[in-house]
Nanobody, 116 residues
Framework: QVQLVESGGGLVQAGGSLRLSCAAS????????MAWYRQALGKQREFVAYITSGGYTNYADSVKGRFTISGDKVKKLVYLQMNSLQPEDTAVYYC??????????WGQGTQVTVSS
């Protein structure tokens, strides 16, 4: 049973920074990638960034240059460093894990609120 636990969310002023963490536990075989998604109130969940098992990263256009995803494969951790936060970044941020032949795993989410 794979579990993902996010932490690091909170309230920050516009222009500030936060660092989200996601810890994965359980047996993970065929890890493909880990990712962050977010869902603002009243909106659909959207992709933010991912990092593959080989270290390749990809970002949504809205966060490029401001957010950085990184990971520690041995410790099964993934981070999202968020700089220059804006009110439109306010959302619940979810950790996602994709492994071959398995449905995606999701964390419970962590709230990020950016005040103007």
């Amino acid at each position: 049973q794979v579990q993902l636990v996010e932490s690091g969310g909170g309230l920050v002023q516009a222009g500030g920074s936060l660092r989200l963490s996601c810890a994965a536990s359980g047996s993970i075989f065929g890890l493909n990638r880990m990712a962050w998604y977010r869902q603002a109130l009243g909106k659909q969940r959207e992709f933010v960034a991912y990092i593959t098992s080989g270290g390749y990263t990809n970002y949504a256009d809205s966060v490029k240059g401001r957010f950085t995803i990184s990971g520690d494969k041995v410790k099964k951790l993934v981070y999202l460093q968020m700089n220059s936060l804006q009110p439109e970044d306010t959302a619940v941020y979810y950790c996602n894990l994709r492994a071959q032949g398995r449905p995606d795993y999701w964390g419970q989410g962590t709230q990020v609120t950016v005040s103007s």
